[in-house]
């Protein structure tokens, strides 16, 4: 009996412990800092968004209906690899952080545009974690109806082959995988993007 009582408090103290520890990582994450390094191997649809951009190729007249009709019905897929730097302010021990669910947002001069839940196990860690993501895209909405005020202004700028890296934000809201289950963030955290960045 003394055996299985000790054992219990074993027990117990070791989930204390991981809980405590999980806490911290936790909290360490939520107040890190995210910087966007680069994007890569974009497709939209199965369209190489990349290799068009290195071709200088446009998009054909069915590809474009055929995506424009995918906005319209909310059927959007993209899909990338992300180079994602997370910076600790304690950097004492070694964390990580498991994501079991992503949602994001895309504002382009301060106006929501896209939006989108990345349904995959992600984890992170400290430093460069390169993510290779699926995401359905939908337009932003607002007020219970569809703000295409974002989308038009993004559209406005790609048409005019103007840099957007100075025009677009992205926000991420992950679901952190706990012992007691799932803990959504209460916030959307903004990440940074570095001056090099990459043209989307």
């Not at 290195?54 to 019905?73: K, M, N, W, Y």
């Not at 959504?184 to 990459?198: M, N, Y």
């Given at each position: 009996?003394?055996?299985?009582?000790?054992?219990?408090?074993?027990?117990?103290?070791?989930?204390?412990?991981?809980?405590?520890?999980?806490?911290?990582?936790?909290?360490?994450?939520?107040?890190?800092?995210?910087?966007?390094?680069?994007?890569?191997?974009?497709?939209?649809?199965?369209?190489?968004?990349?290799?068009?951009?290195?071709?200088?190729?446009?998009?054909?007249?069915?590809?474009?209906?055929?995506?424009?009709?995918?906005?319209?019905?909310?059927?959007?897929?993209?899909?990338?690899?992300?180079?994602?730097?997370?910076?600790?302010?304690?950097?004492?021990?070694?964390?990580?952080?498991?994501?079991?669910?992503?949602?994001w947002l895309?504002?382009?001069?301060?106006?929501?545009?896209?939006?989108?839940?990345?349904?995959?196990?992600?984890?992170?860690?400290?430093?460069?974690?390169?993510?290779?993501?699926?995401?359905?895209?939908?337009?932003?909405?607002?007020?219970?109806?569809?703000?295409?005020?974002?989308?038009?202004?993004?559209?406005s700028l790609?048409?005019?082959k103007s840099?957007?890296?100075?025009?677009?934000?992205?926000?991420?809201?992950?679901?952190?995988?706990?012992?007691?289950?799932?803990?959504?963030?209460?916030?959307?955290?903004?990440?940074?993007?570095?001056?090099?960045?990459?043209?989307?």
């Open positions: 009996m003394k055996d299985i009582i000790a054992y219990g408090l074993l027990l117990l103290l070791v989930l204390a412990t991981f809980s405590c520890k999980q806490a911290q990582d936790i909290k360490a994450f939520t107040e890190a800092k995210y910087s966007l390094q680069g994007v890569s191997d974009v497709k939209v649809n199965d369209i190489d968004v990349e290799e068009r951009l290195q071709a200088q190729q446009g998009l054909s007249f069915g590809e474009r209906d055929s995506l424009l009709a995918a906005v319209t019905s909310n059927s959007l897929q993209v899909s990338s690899t992300l180079a994602l730097h997370v910076e600790l302010q304690d950097s004492v021990e070694d964390r990580s952080l498991t994501v079991t669910k992503l949602e895309l504002l382009v001069d301060e106006e929501e545009a896209l939006t989108g839940t990345i349904n995959e196990t992600i984890v992170l860690q400290e430093g460069l974690n390169t993510i290779p993501i699926k995401t359905p895209v939908g337009i932003a909405v607002s007020e219970n109806q569809q703000n295409y005020a974002g989308l038009n202004r993004l559209i790609v048409s005019k840099d957007i890296r100075q025009h677009i934000t992205l926000k991420i809201k992950p679901t952190i995988q706990t012992p007691v289950g799932a803990i959504e963030s209460p916030r959307f955290i903004t990440v940074s993007k570095p001056a090099a960045l990459a043209s989307l």
